[in-house]
Every structure is written in structure tokens, then in C-alpha cells.
């Protein structure tokens, strides 16, 4: 049972960790290149914006790997209580407890 939506769930996590797998080795070159060669200040100031964003990336990381675990034992929790649709993946990862899709939670 739900194997069809398990599959289509686990490839849209998949490519989410890709990218956010991309940004992260992105990053941490881009701060390898620029940091020798750039003034103090302009280090730090790139330091800390590319750090905030950093950690948003891996506080998103740390999501997408919690739920490519949770879709394998309960993939229910990813489908809307109301109308079976699969929950938008942004959705959760702003609400990890959202029950309801987008549509079924506005037209209440
Ligand atoms: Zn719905």
C-alpha cells in the first residue's frame, strides 16, 4: 500500500538533498577561493552571511534526512488526512505535524 506515493515522496527528497548538497560544497569552495585574497572585512561580512546560510542548509539537511526515514515506516504522515493528496514537501518542512495539504487547510 502507498508504494506508488513512497516512490514519488522519496525521489522529490532525493533531489531536495541533492541540491541542498550542491549549495553546501558550493559554499565551502566559494569560501576556500575568496578568503585569502579578500580585505578583512569583506571576509567577515561573506563569512557570516554564507554561515547563516550555511545553517539554514543544514537545518534543511537535517529535515530532508528525518523524513527520507519517516516515508519508509509511515508514509501516511505525508499524505493530507482529508483528501489523500501528498503534502506539499515545503509545506512540511515548515509544519512537520501539517495534516491537511495546502487546499484542504485553506478552504477550511
Ligand atoms: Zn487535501
Redesign the pocket.
Given at each position: 500500500m502507498y508504494e506508488k506515493e513512497r516512490s514519488i515522496i522519496k525521489t522529490k527528497l532525493k533531489q531536495e538533498l541533492l541540491k541542498v548538497n550542491a549549495y553546501i560544497s558550493d559554499v565551502e569552495s566559494y569560501t576556500a577561493i575568496t578568503a585569502p585574497e579578500s580585505p578583512l572585512g569583506i571576509i567577515l561580512s561573506k563569512q557570516k552571511e554564507s554561515d547563516i546560510q550555511l545553517q539554514r542548509t543544514y537545518a534543511r539537511k537535517r529535515k530532508i534526512m528525518n523524513f527520507l526515514d519517516r516515508v519508509v515506516d509511515d508514509v501516511q504522515s505525508f499524505l493530507?488526512t482529508?483528501?489523500?493528496?501528498i503534502i506539499d514537501l515545503e509545506r512540511l518542512f515548515l509544519m512537520p505535524k501539517a495534516s491537511?495539504?495546502e487546499?484542504?487547510a485553506s478552504s477550511k
Open positions: 493530507c482529508n483528501c489523500g493528496a491537511l495539504c487546499t484542504c
